[in-house]
């Protein structure tokens, strides 16, 4: 089986590489590309990776490239987790919208748009390529928004590409843990889009144990969305919502808080990476131990901002080991290449799952997946409140795909004006200003 990494010089891929590592089974992953735009970062990670495999009898192979048509060429899975415009791309993201008073963050709102707006038409071309030198290739997007970026493939590779994240999972997970329940034994009603999600039930054997957390003040408290959102407003929703629905309930505390923090999340991630690469680049630094440091580092402050606003407190670290992404992504590569049948949260086509949306609008919802791919559920409808902000959003996204292929700066500005965290169609003009000021990336927007 061979497996292609789409951003292979990436901080997490030693972690997929790892999950690689623990699979010994026939069918297992024998040869792993990795693919960069940058060369020193891959070849930063290509070397952990080196020290990694060092003893195992059955590592994968690792190549690596910065030439994407090779790299596509023969691949069975294309993982596909790339950062367009880095990680000061992200940060330029989120400093763009605070300044303009709206929330700056990664997905979520104005710092969402621009990412998209420059991340969609590299993912076309992706795709495009995948479409052309590798067809029966399946395509796992990681890439951020995940949602909008999958659904952006699915034009050029139908229900071949399959978006992931690791936040339902874990949200499951959590919600299960404080019930007393095992996660593997229980079937979990959740749908939205990526990061815009409502855990709406938990059933084991036909029962739903989601109302008993929810009359129960004290597990409430016991768990971080229940500290997130805090135990009244759980209630009132009747549903546990994705940590990503924090923005939009209390945007204003979230904005505040991100306007006086002294940096931005992706400000402190790029300062920290870049002292990774500078320190992989030196052949005398001990990778692995050095590696496992700064992995430690970087999830200990994970979403931090997010709790320390709320007082969540940190992530337990049972969350970190088991519904990683790379745990996700793996479980997904396995069920598909093994026609192991298994139900995973991911990122599909909608068909006719949720009735507010159209057949081909990418959603976030639990799939029976084997051979032949991914397949949604069924899942109760959505309440009304959902389906505002679930349709609001989708709408946004629509406006980006179409800015992004027809270059067209008036669907640019509808993109930020129609978000529901984006107040006015000023804000939303100069917004698309300002990050057209700092991206070099969104040049291409120069119709009207
Ligand atoms: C979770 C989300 C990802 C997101 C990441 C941000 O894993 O599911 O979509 O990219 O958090 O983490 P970071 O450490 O980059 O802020
Ligand atoms: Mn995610």
Known sequence: MKLTILGGGGFRVPLVYRALLGDHAEGRVTRVTLYDTDADRLGAVARV???????AGDAPAVVATTDLDEALRGADFVFSAIRVG????????ERVALDEGVLGQETVGAGGIAYGLRTVPVAVDIARRVARLAPGAWVINFTNPAGLVTEAMSRHLGDRVIGICDSPVGLGRRVARVLGVDPDRARIDYVGLNHLGWLRGLYVDGRDELPRLLADP???GSFEEGRLFGADWLRSLGAVPNEYLHYYYFNREAVRAYQ??????GAFLQEQQEGFYARMKDPAAPPLTTWDRTRAEREATYMAENREVSGAGEREESDLGSGGYE??????????????RTSLILNVRNRTTLSVLDADAVIEVPCLVDSDGARPVAVEPLPYHAVGLVTAVKAVERAVL???????????VKAFALHPLVDSVTVARRLLDGYTKVHPGLAYLDRP
């Open 218 to 220: 004290q597990l409430l």
């Open 49 to 55: 990776l080196g020290e990694q495999a060092e003893g």
């Open 327 to 340: 745990q996700v992504a793996l479980a997904l590569m396995r069920a598909v290449a093994r026609d192991e």
């Open 260 to 265: 006086e923090a002294e940096q931005t999340r």
């Open 86 to 93: 880095g990680l000061a791309g992200r940060a330029a993201d």
């Open 402 to 412: 179409d800015a992004a292929g027809s270059g067209s700066r008036a669907a640019a």
